[in-house]
């Protein structure tokens, strides 16, 4: 269990708008930053082997929100901390650059607006859900290519500052965020 009482899940999704893949969930109903504290949690974060998506659930508006949280390896390829707070953004909020505290006492790493952000009215339009699905494919594949090189000993993250799902994240074409370390291995 992620601090703050947030539960964090793995899962894997059968059929996730329209696809198959294996991703790891992190359940929410607020805005409030997801919190990595403990010894284990923070080991547990940083070595995800899948991409990892926030879901934020609205009940009461009737809408699903996906954050990427690819980001959260450009903060771990900068420095480590004692804490790490996955900061969902609001619809106008951009992904910047991971912020950490000069005593590594805390890592502040923004996620960005959704990526997806459906209604139930939207998960019942066959159009809308294949739109859906493919701003969700485009970002999942970001996240496991970010995976795939630090786990192949290639140490940069490339990532968009900015959402936009069409018709792919933006850093398919050329990087945003680029941050490259000679070996995470010996942080």
């Not at 950490?100 to 939207?122: C, F, H, K, N, Y």
């Not at 998960?123 to 294949?130: H, I, P, V």
């Not at 699905?133 to 968009?160: K, Q, T, Y």
């Amino acid at each position: 269990m992620a601090s703050g009482g947030t539960r964090t899940t793995s899962a894997t999704v059968p059929v996730l708008f329209g696809f198959a893949a294996a991703v790891f969930l992190g359940p929410k109903s607020d805005n409030k930053p997801l919190c990595y504290e403990k010894e284990h949690e923070l080991e547990w974060i940083r070595q995800q082997a899948n991409p990892f998506l926030l879901c934020g659930a609205s009940p009461k508006a009737g809408v699903v929100e996906l954050y990427s949280t690819w980001n959260r390896l450009n903060g771990f390829l900068r420095s480590g901390a004692q804490r790490v707070e996955l900061v969902p953004g609001g619809p106008s909020d951009n992904c910047g650059i991971p912020a950490t505290a000069e005593d590594r006492s805390l890592q502040r790493i923004p996620l960005g607006r959704p990526i997806v952000r459906a209604s139930v009215d939207d998960l019942k339009d066959e159009a809308t859900t294949t739109q859906l699905a493919r701003a969700l494919r485009a970002w999942v594949d970001l996240d496991r290519e970010n995976i795939v090189n630090e786990a192949g000993g290639m140490f940069w993250v490339s990532g968009p500052r900015e959402v936009r799902n069409e018709p792919r994240p933006r850093c398919r074409e050329a990087p945003d965020l680029l941050h490259w370390a000679e070996d995470l291995r010996a942080r």
